[in-house]
């Protein structure tokens, strides 16, 4: 499998067959390169322009937004319910955690979640392998929130997402809020936007993968 970080919430994942999975993929006046990947599958967590933009990819993949259990081929994705603030969805609505199982793995990716999961979403989400999770707080959990959502899920890597970079000018915290608050020794930072993962790290470790333009 090979996950590969385009920029903000948007990932690739390429499962062993060649079928690529695509999460929230964003348009292309937000800072980051336009999204050059073609996919066949397409998860979208929420209806905002920074997540939704499906018709900015070319081709014509599946295109999973909803809750409930999606099955394409051998591919199960399984969306579940939750917020993209910490007052019930008032302020910016609803969003949903993908849970994708593939490879004999088990990834998760959280969109734009506002608020501490809860005990009924953790045991939704089961036992998960890889985490792709927010970090930049504002507009999501912060870093703070994060670190304790993926001490509670206790998966072998986690993927930051939506911070502040260079080339993207939202007001929210960098990812070294996150990083800082791990052991320097579970802290992996890549100079490629793309992991391969054969196997899985015995301890938890964060990979950070860097933005290529």
Not at 65 to 76: P, Q, V
Not at 107 to 135: C, K, N, S, Y
Request: hydrophobic letters at 40%.
């Amino acid at each position: 499998m090979k996950i590969k970080w385009w920029g903000h919430a948007c990932f690739s994942i390429r499962t062993a067959d060649n079928t690529t999975i695509l999460t929230d993929p964003y348009p292309g006046n937000i800072g980051y390169a336009s999204i050059a990947e073609a996919a066949d599958i397409v998860t979208v967590s929420h209806d905002h322009f920074d997540h939704n933009a499906v018709d900015k990819l070319s081709g014509n993949p599946l295109i999973i937004k909803t809750t409930g259990k999606h099955k394409a081929a051998w591919i199960t994705i399984t969306g579940i319910t939750s917020f993209h603030d910490n007052v019930q969805g008032s302020k910016r609505g609803s969003n949903i955690i993908y849970v994708i199982e593939a490879d004999g793995w088990r990834l998760a990716h959280f969109g734009d979640l506002g608020t501490a999961l809860t005990t009924e979403q953790l045991q939704a989400i089961g036992q998960i392998d890889i985490v792709m999770i927010p970090v930049g707080g504002h507009y999501t959990i912060d870093a703070q929130t994060a670190f304790e959502q993926v001490q509670a899920m206790k998966p072998k890597v986690v993927l930051p997402m939506h911070y502040k970079t260079e080339v993207l000018d939202f007001p929210i915290q960098p990812v070294t809020a996150f990083t800082e608050l791990f052991d320097s020794t579970q802290v992996r930072w890549l100079e490629s936007a793309e992991i391969t993962l054969e196997s899985l790290p015995q301890d938890m470790m964060v990979y950070v993968l860097q933005y290529v333009k």
